[in-house]
């Protein structure tokens, strides 16, 4: 199993542009998840999904859209990138039906917008 | 939405020390999670606690879930330099119907330096 594979590794976008990051696992994971990271704040979840298409807003959704069409994808739409969207975008998924099972990450994209 | 203080915010200590950290919130969690961020890559769960006043061990770590269910530590015993990295406390509530989603409320991460 690769497990959560993220892509890309690095990006730098210019203001306004758009770009889609790509998070797939192999585990048949119904839950998924996608958090940023930014120098000391910890993680904050941006959308989260319980299966196929089904998804729902995290705690910092403005300006980032989803979708699940299948149970391996879940990629995440920056539209009109910003300067705030500087971050570092991690992917995670877990098992459905174990409320306590563990969350498996991705290595993560590091987003630069300038 | 819930918040989680973790302290201190980074650590320098020499090979052989024993670490300390914890997380306070003003919210009751279900579970607390402690997980590690190598650099470069993702987090990865360390050790995770499900009852009030549980205490686990995982080799030098241990845990503990406070029993106000408001507050977790981690302690690392005679720390080596592969214990560098970020730590952080995580927390899941149940909502009224039993369920949480997996939706975890992180703390700020406390960085670990090792001096061999």
């Known amino acids: 199993n690769a497990g959560v594979t993220q892509t890309p590794k690095f990006r730098i976008l210019k203001i306004g542009q758009s770009m889609t990051l790509q998070c797939a696992q192999d585990?048949?994971?119904?839950?998924m998840y996608w958090y940023r990271q930014d120098p000391g704040m910890g993680l904050k979840l941006i959308y989260y999904?319980?299966?196929?298409?089904?998804?729902d807003k995290g705690e910092v959704p403005n300006g980032y859209n989803v979708s699940r069409s299948t149970t391996e994808d879940f990629p995440l739409r920056l539209e009109l990138a910003a300067p705030s969207q500087t971050s570092v975008y991690f992917c995670?998924?877990?098992?459905?039906?174990?409320?306590?099972?563990?969350?498996?990450f991705g290595n993560g994209t590091r987003l630069t917008v300038t | 939405g819930q918040q989680l203080n973790q302290s201190p915010q980074s650590m320098f200590i020499q090979e052989g020390e024993d670490v300390s950290m914890n997380c306070t919130s003003s919210?009751?969690?279900?579970?607390w999670l402690w997980y590690k961020q190598d650099p470069g890559e993702g987090p990865v769960l360390l050790i995770a606690?499900?009852?009030?006043?549980e205490l686990t061990s995982n080799g030098r770590l241990t845990a503990q879930f406070g029993i106000t269910r408001k507050d977790s530590f981690l302690n690392i015993s005679a720390s080596i330099p592969s214990d560098v990295g970020i730590y952080f406390c995580?927390?899941?509530?149940?909502?009224?119907?039993?369920?949480?989603?997996?939706?975890?409320?992180f703390g700020q991460g406390t960085i670990l330096t090792v001096h061999p």
């Open positions: 995670a998924s877990r098992h459905r039906d174990r409320d306590n099972s563990p969350l498996h």
């Open positions: 585990m048949n994971h119904n839950y």
């Open positions: 999904s319980v299966g196929a298409g089904i998804t």
């Open positions: 919210s009751i969690f279900n579970t």
């Open positions: 606690l499900y009852k009030a006043g």
């Open positions: 995580a927390g899941l509530i149940l909502n009224a119907g039993g369920t949480s989603y997996g939706k975890l409320t």
